[in-house]
């Protein structure tokens, strides 16, 4: 099981993990389904280290609106990094993951397929700058959260509540 880690605790990490290689990566985490277990498991096969950044409940629902998210932030690190695959996780309040990034200069980065190319990604031009390695994996078709949220509402919805009985 991994440690959820404070953002100030991000400097002596870097230093504890020199000699391996570190893989970072980060997200909402909103109501983890297979689609993150996958990117998780996958970004984990890149080093020898996994660390991922969650996004704080403020940057969350700036990111994807109102409603979200579903679950605190505390619930989705502790979820996170209870996964084998996740070794450490930290929560950040910004939007993008710059910060993080600048303190603990992983070797390589990882985002999700559904990023076009790595320059639709913020943080890429940071990562390349010390030397690091941006990596996009594949998309796993049929899993999002927001897909996940659509079923929900629409499975039990009172108008389809009331044609069911």
Same mark, same amino acid.
């Given at each position: 099981?991994?440690?959820?880690?404070?953002?100030?605790?991000?400097?002596?990490?870097?230093?504890?993990?020199?000699?391996?290689?570190?893989?970072?990566?980060?997200?909402?985490?909103?109501?983890?389904?297979?689609?993150?277990?996958?990117?998780?498991?996958?970004?984990?096969?890149?080093?020898?280290?996994?660390?991922?950044?969650?996004?704080?409940?403020?940057?969350?629902?700036?990111?994807?609106?109102?409603?979200?998210?579903?679950? /605190?932030?505390? =619930?989705?690190? #502790?979820? $996170?990094?209870?996964?084998?695959? +996740?070794?450490?996780?930290?929560?950040?309040? &910004? *939007?993008?993951?710059?910060?993080?990034?600048?303190?603990?200069?992983?070797?390589?980065?990882?985002?999700? /397929?559904?990023? =076009?190319?790595? #320059?639709? $990604?913020?943080?890429?031009?940071? +990562?390349?700058?010390?030397?690091?390695?941006? &990596? *996009?994996?594949?998309?796993?078709?049929?899993?999002?959260?927001?897909?996940?949220?659509?079923?929900?509402?629409?499975?039990?919805?009172?108008?389809?509540?009331?044609?069911?009985?």
């Amino acid at each position: 099981m991994g440690s959820v880690v404070q953002p100030s605790q991000l400097p002596q990490l870097r230093q504890s993990l020199r000699g391996k290689i570190m893989v970072f990566t980060n997200g909402c985490f909103d109501l983890l389904h297979l689609g993150h277990i996958k990117y998780l498991q996958q970004s984990k096969e890149l080093g020898d280290v996994l660390v991922g950044g969650v996004n704080s409940d403020t940057s969350t629902t700036a990111l994807k609106g109102p409603h979200r998210p579903l679950i /605190g932030e505390g =619930a989705r690190a #502790e979820t $996170i990094a209870a996964l084998g695959c +996740v070794d450490y996780v930290v929560i950040f309040s &910004e *939007l993008t993951a710059e910060n993080v990034i600048s303190v603990l200069e992983p070797q390589v980065y990882v985002k999700g /397929g559904d990023y =076009a190319s790595e #320059e639709d $990604i913020p943080e890429s031009k940071l +990562v390349r700058s010390y030397g690091g390695k941006v &990596e *996009l994996l594949t998309f796993v078709p049929g899993f999002s959260t927001s897909s996940i949220i659509e079923s929900i509402v629409e499975r039990y919805s009172p108008q389809k509540q009331t044609s069911q009985q």
